[in-house]
């Protein structure tokens, strides 16, 4: 059965920075692309990186480009997200998720909430 548990959310400060993660069970972790998603209350969830299954290739939304960096440790089955110089409208629950260009799988973790706010 395929798990997404993500961690590492909270309440910051604009111009602070979180690093998110997310442990992946019940599928080959190194076989899959990786990407962290957001949804912003009333908005579309949306991705913001991407990482290949080797960590070669990533991408970015332009939103948080220079900001956000993506990583992976294929050992541990985790994806991180280093968010730095955090902005309010970077407030949304973040979520994990297999796959480069398309969903993987149907179910989602709970997400972690981070708030960007003085």
């Known amino acids: 059965q395929v798990q997404l548990a993500e961690s590492g959310g909270g309440l910051v400060q604009p111009g602070g920075s979180l690093r998110l993660s997310c442990a992946a069970f019940?599928?080959?972790?190194?076989?899959?692309?990786m990407s962290w998603y957001r949804q912003a209350p009333g908005k579309e969830r949306e991705v913001v990186a991407r990482?290949?299954?080797?960590?070669?290739?990533?991408d970015y939304v332009d939103s948080v480009k220079g900001r956000f960096t993506i990583s992976r440790d294929n050992v541990k089955n985790t994806v991180y997200l280093q968010m730095n110089s955090l902005i309010p409208e970077d407030t949304a629950v973040y979520y994990c998720?297999?796959?480069?260009?398309?969903?993987?799988?149907?179910?989602w973790g709970q997400g972690t909430q981070v708030t960007v706010s003085s």
């Open positions: 019940g599928f080959t972790f190194s076989h899959y692309s």
């Open positions: 998720m297999a796959g480069w260009s398309a969903v993987a799988f149907r179910s």
């Open positions: 990482i290949s299954n080797n960590g070669g290739s990533t």
